[in-house]
């Protein structure tokens, strides 16, 4: 009796220890997915601010550009010489 | 490589029922009664649920990462953004559908899948339908974070109090990993329609760009073609007073020759005659008529015998002024034009095109002297020529008189007392 319940308590020790193991590798992959997760977010973050910089910059351009424009228009139309 | 990072996990590993749900509107204790009821997990099963988690993570970041965002990363060495998008949505979420529909054993509502379900027919109520998923999926984002926290608090005290701890660490697992696989779910959602949204807004930008350069290049050559006109404009401008001062010259040399008494008063109303092509033309032969004149001798001197009294005369002051002026006749001219070497043709009927001719010659030897003459200058030249002449006419009528003087003096001259007179009679001459 005593050899079947020593046999029994290793049993039980071992299958503790799997599950143990088990949870460890589930906790292991869902730390590493969400690592994963993470960085995509990083990522996608610069991206963004570098595509949202990008077109801050052309929108910076286009608005000097169209005052510039705006100007020339201006100073033409004030001028009603050049065009005739 | 371990075996759990499959890109395609077995469908078979999935198929736990509707117990759990972890999305928006999900009731712990409605769950928990579920999990504790319903939920059996083998420990099998739970091997198998991170492995599903890790592929579908791993499809996510090659569905929004490596398609698009890898693409555009921080380095910004590539940040062409894609010409084609929709193809590239289209692709994307073909590629999403079959990722999701493992997952359709796990039954929870997913945006994007119900973007792909519904077919409407139009494209302003598909349009609409993706915004408003879009927007609700925003709102469970946001609400993801405070339900994750209650779970975590929920399953604490479960697992502090309850006596079966295995099963609510397994409802735990399951919570987890489909909390994990929502909010994977969400964030490539919403990363796909911020990177699609800015991709139309740099199109939109790259297009007003091209607008605006075809804009500028408009002003531009507007521009080029003001400047080319004022330019054309000045070389206008800068020509007309040559032929104005011609035009005078022209006209005031027939009046006077046709009316010398009111010929001011004509030369206003001659002003105005407009002059042929031809006589603008002929501005080009003169500086050949100018060498014609030039080697012709003065046409007012066939009129009188080269006399050495004339000779004599020709070198006083005013005989000077009038010298170095051809200042022709018309008759004269008229008969010099017939020549070989003339460049002005001899069949010209007009006799306006021949003054004219000689008037510029007269004006641009005078202003290769370095002179500037005024309109009025030809006319009083040429009444002072014809005074001249009168007076030269006179002399040769008073010529008669004084040579029989002359000849009376040699006669009756004495030796010393006649040379003397004949002396005093030469130096008045």
């Not at chain 1, 290793?10 to 997760?37: C, K, M, P, T, Y």
């Not at chain 2, 070497?341 to 095109?353: E, H, R, T």
Request: with cysteine; proline share 6%.
């Amino acid at each position: 009796m005593a050899r079947a319940g020593g046999i029994t308590n290793a049993v039980n020790v071992g299958i503790a220890v799997q599950a143990d193991w088990e949870n460890r590798e589930f906790i292991s992959h869902i730390s590493l997915n969400v690592r994963r997760l993470f960085e995509f977010l990083v990522q996608f973050e610069a991206t963004t601010k570098s595509k949202l910089a990008q077109l801050n910059e052309k929108l910076d351009t286009l608005e000097r550009r169209l005052e510039v424009l705006e100007v020339q228009v201006s100073t033409a139309s004030a001028n009603p010489s050049l065009f005739t | 490589m371990p075996p759990w990072t499959a890109k395609t996990p077995p469908a078979s590993a999935f198929e736990t029922g509707e117990s759990v749900s972890v999305l928006p509107g999900f009731s712990f204790k409605g769950k928990r009664r579920e999990g504790r009821e319903e939920t059996s997990f083998s420990s099998s099963k739970c091997l198998l649920l991170p492995l599903f988690f890790s592929s579908f993570c791993g499809s996510l970041k090659e569905w929004v990462g490596d398609g698009k965002c890898a693409r555009t990363s921080v380095s910004g060495a590539a940040l062409v953004p894609f010409t084609n998008t929709g193809k590239l949505a289209e692709f994307h979420q073909a590629r999403f559908r079959t990722v999701l529909s493992s997952m359709e054993t796990l039954s929870f509502p997913s945006p994007s899948l119900s973007i792909a379900q519904d077919a409407s027919p139009s494209y302003d109520e598909l349009s609409m339908q993706r915004s408003l998923v879009f927007s609700d999926s925003l709102k469970d984002l946001r609400n993801l974070r405070s339900q994750l926290y209650s779970a975590a608090e929920y399953f604490e005290l479960s697992y502090i109090n309850d006596v079966q701890k295995q099963i609510s660490v397994d409802s735990l697992k399951d919570y987890t990993v489909k909390a994990l696989v929502n909010t994977v779910d969400h964030l490539g959602s919403v990363s796909c329609k911020v990177n699609g949204f800015l991709d139309e807004k740099v199109d939109e930008v790259s297009g007003t760009e091209f607008r605006v350069s075809s804009i500028e290049q408009r002003v531009r050559t507007c521009q080029e073609f003001i400047d080319h006109e004022g330019i054309s404009q000045q070389s206008l401008v800068i020509s007309t007073p040559r032929n104005t001062t011609l035009e005078v010259i022209i006209i005031s040399v027939s009046v006077d020759q046709s009316l010398p008494v009111s010929g001011r008063h004509a030369i206003a109303q001659c002003q105005e005659i407009d002059l042929p092509r031809e006589d603008r033309e002929l501005q080009l032969f003169q500086p050949a008529v100018r060498l014609t004149i030039r080697d012709r001798p003065p046409p007012v001197r066939k009129f009188h015998s080269p006399s050495p009294l004339r000779r004599a005369r020709s070198s006083s002051p005013s005989r000077k002024f009038h010298s170095p002026s051809p200042s022709p006749r018309p008759g004269n001219l008229q008969s010099s034009e017939g020549r070989a070497g003339s460049p002005i043709p001899a069949s010209n009927p007009s006799p306006l095109y021949r003054y004219a001719s000689f008037s510029r010659a007269s004006t641009f030897l005078n202003s290769s002297n370095n002179v500037q003459r005024f309109p009025d200058e030809p006319r009083k030249s040429t009444s002072v020529l014809l005074h001249a002449e009168r007076e030269d006419q006179k002399e040769a009528d008073q010529n008669p008189g004084k040579s029989k003087r002359l000849l009376r003096a040699l006669l009756s001259r004495r030796k010393s007392r006649r040379d003397d007179m004949l002396y005093m009679y030469l130096d008045e001459y």
